[in-house]
C-alpha cells in the first residue's frame, strides 16, 4: 500500500509534471533512504539561521517549478563557505524564472554513484547502478536489472561495474559501505516498485558514499504523462 505522505507529495506535483526537490527528499526519506540536512529557504534570513545551525561549507540549489535542470540556468552553488556568499546565491537565485525559494543543504563526501530508475513500458521498472563523478559521462559505467532487486541481484550489479575496485578499497582509499549500499538499493527498488504506475524515471545522482553511510545529494523524479498516448 502506498504511503499517504507520499502519494500526497506525487499528487501535488502533477501540474508541473515532476517533483520538485525538497519534495523529492522528503519522499525519500519515508522510503528509508539517507538525504543531506536541508532547508528550504524563502528568505535570506532563514538560509542564514540554517548556516549558523549547521556551519560551512554548505550547498544552495534554486527551487521553481520552472526549472528542471539547475545547472543550465546556473542554479547551483557548491562549497559555500561564508554569509555573503549564500546570500549572494539567494539573491541570484530569486531572480530566475518561478522563484519559490532556495535549498541549503549540508556538505557529503564520498564515492560518488549514480542510481536511478525508468519504467520501462515492455519491461516494467528497471534500476541501474553507475559510477558518477567528473568521467561519468566517457567511461559510461553502469549496470541494470528489473525491479524488484534482491540482495544478489545487488551483488551482482557492484561485481558488474568495471570500476568495482573503487568501492572494494583501491590503491589505499577506503571500501565504502556494502551494507549500506545494498540497503539503499534495495530500498530505492521498493520505493520503485510502489510508485511504478505513477513514475517515468527517478534519478538520484549524486550518491555519496563512504564507509558508514550513502547519502542521496540531489534527486529528480518525473511523473508519468497521462495525456501520452
Do not use: C, W
Given at each position: 500500500?502506498?504511503?499517504?505522505?507520499?502519494?500526497t507529495i506525487l499528487a501535488s506535483a502533477e501540474e508541473t509534471g515532476w517533483v520538485l526537490?525538497?519534495?523529492?527528499?522528503?519522499?525519500?526519506?519515508?522510503?528509508?533512504?539517507?538525504?543531506?540536512?536541508?532547508?528550504?529557504?524563502?528568505?535570506?534570513?532563514?538560509?542564514?539561521?540554517?548556516?549558523?545551525e549547521i556551519g560551512y561549507p554548505l550547498?544552495?540549489?534554486?527551487?521553481?517549478?520552472?526549472?528542471l535542470h539547475k545547472s543550465d540556468v546556473a542554479g547551483v552553488a557548491v562549497g559555500i563557505e561564508s554569509d555573503e556568499i549564500l546570500e549572494a546565491a539567494f539573491h541570484r537565485f530569486s531572480a530566475l524564472?518561478?522563484?519559490?525559494?532556495?535549498?541549503?543543504?549540508?556538505m557529503v563526501a564520498g564515492l560518488e554513484l549514480i542510481i536511478g530508475a525508468k519504467i520501462d513500458y515492455q519491461f516494467g521498472p528497471v534500476i541501474l547502478l553507475g559510477m558518477g563523478g567528473?568521467?561519468?559521462?566517457?567511461?559510461?559505467?553502469?549496470?541494470?536489472?528489473?525491479?524488484?532487486l534482491k540482495e544478489t541481484?545487488?551483488?551482482?550489479?557492484?561485481?558488474?561495474?568495471?570500476?568495482?575496485?573503487?568501492?572494494?578499497?583501491?590503491?589505499?582509499?577506503?571500501?565504502?559501505g556494502m551494507e549500506a549500499l545494498t540497503r539503499t538499493l534495495l530500498d530505492f527498488s521498493d520505493l520503485v516498485m510502489e510508485v511504478s504506475d505513477r513514475i517515468e524515471s527517478a534519478d538520484l545522482n549524486p550518491v555519496m558514499c563512504t564507509a558508514d553511510a550513502c547519502i542521496v545529494a540531489d534527486a529528480r523524479i518525473l511523473l508519468q504523462n497521462k495525456d501520452k498516448g
Open positions: 500500500m502506498l504511503n499517504n505522505k507520499i502519494r526537490e525538497p519534495e523529492a527528499k522528503h519522499l525519500l526519506v519515508l522510503a528509508g533512504l539517507k538525504i543531506p540536512r536541508f532547508i528550504l529557504a524563502t528568505t535570506p534570513e532563514e538560509a542564514l539561521q540554517f548556516a549558523a550547498a544552495a540549489k534554486v527551487v521553481s517549478p520552472k526549472i524564472d518561478g522563484f519559490s525559494g532556495m535549498l541549503v543543504e549540508e567528473t568521467g561519468v559521462e566517457i567511461y559510461k559505467d553502469a549496470t541494470m536489472r528489473m525491479a524488484p541481484d545487488v551483488r551482482s550489479m557492484i561485481s558488474g561495474l568495471r570500476a568495482h575496485q573503487l568501492l572494494e578499497g583501491f590503491r589505499g582509499r577506503p571500501p565504502i
